[in-house]
């Protein structure tokens, strides 16, 4: 697991606990997008189209748990091929091995925000998204604790 909750320069886990979450799994290359502030979900995926505060990301194995969360700042629709937020490699990377569709929206956001106590893995895994609060992510140290909590 990375140390970013140590460095000096990482911004404080200080969001409001009644902040609404959408949290969601990410791949190796899907969590380093994120860390470029941005996160892509093809059009058809309900997360979409909720209406959230923020967005948490669960870390595949290796790490196995969520480890950040950040303010969702924008959404932007983009078509493969045209301008965007997402290069081809971005899309060859994140959107092809999961699905066949042509629109995403692409979530836009500023710097990750490590939580103090990540939110490990017990088995479960997150698959979709799950829908909770900040308040939900702090008070959980895994995901099945969590998914007690959260609209999953």
């Given at each position: 697991m990375?140390?970013?909750?140590?460095?000096?320069?990482t911004?404080?886990d200080?969001?409001?606990?009644?902040?609404?979450?959408?949290?969601?799994?990410?791949?190796?290359?899907?969590?380093?997008?994120?860390?470029?502030?941005?996160?892509?979900?093809?059009?058809?995926?309900?997360?979409?189209?909720?209406?959230?505060?923020?967005?948490a990301?669960?870390?595949?194995?290796?790490?196995?748990?969520?480890t950040?969360?950040?303010?969702?700042?924008?959404?932007?629709?983009?078509?493969?091929g045209?301008?965007?937020?997402?290069?081809?490699?971005?899309?060859?990377?994140?959107?092809?091995?999961?699905?066949?569709?042509?629109?995403?929206?692409?979530?836009?956001?500023?710097?990750?925000?490590?939580l103090?106590?990540?939110?490990?893995?017990?088995?479960?895994?997150?698959?979709?998204?799950?829908y909770?609060?900040?308040?939900?992510?702090r008070?959980?140290?895994?995901?099945?604790?969590?998914?007690?909590?959260?609209?999953?």
């Amino acid at each position: 697991m990375d140390l970013d909750r140590f460095s000096d320069d990482t911004p404080a886990d200080d969001a409001p606990g009644d902040g609404t979450v959408c949290a969601v799994a990410t791949q190796p290359d899907t969590f380093e997008r994120c860390r470029r502030g941005f996160y892509p979900a093809p059009r058809s995926y309900e997360r979409t189209r909720k209406s959230v505060e923020y967005m948490a990301f669960y870390r595949t194995a290796p790490v196995s748990a969520i480890t950040h969360y950040a303010r969702v700042e924008n959404r932007v629709e983009q078509d493969r091929g045209e301008d965007g937020p997402m290069s081809e490699a971005d899309w060859e990377a994140t959107i092809d091995p999961f699905s066949e569709e042509r629109r995403v929206v692409v979530f836009e956001f500023g710097d990750l925000i490590p939580l103090d106590s990540p939110v490990e893995n017990d088995g479960t895994g997150v698959r979709g998204a799950w829908y909770c609060t900040i308040a939900d992510l702090r008070a959980a140290g895994t995901l099945s604790a969590l998914a007690e909590r959260a609209d999953t």
